[in-house]
């Protein structure tokens, strides 16, 4: 074995898909912060690129798309639980 393969880590499918679920939960639960793509992929510990292609291609949606939906759903919940005005939710 040489010494690049050796620092090589070996991803499988199951790997990846933990990884997307990790950042997915991430979205979920900062979803109230201003997230950037860097910031999310560096969560799944994949490129930026890489993070976003295998994103949309396992959730059928991107990340931002992923983030603004969940952000409209908390705020739908809010107006309709809480009974504040939409100036206070938004």
Known sequence: ????NSFQTKTNGS???????????FIDDSYHLPL???AI???ACLSPYHFLRLFRDT?????HQYLIHRRIEKAKELLRVRSLSVTDVC
């Open 1 to 4: 074995m040489s010494v690049k």
């Open 15 to 25: 790997d990846i898909h933990e990884r997307l679920c990790r950042a997915r939960k």
């Open 36 to 38: 950037s793509l860097a």
């Open 41 to 43: 992929s560096k969560e």
């Open 59 to 63: 959730f059928d949606t991107t990340p």
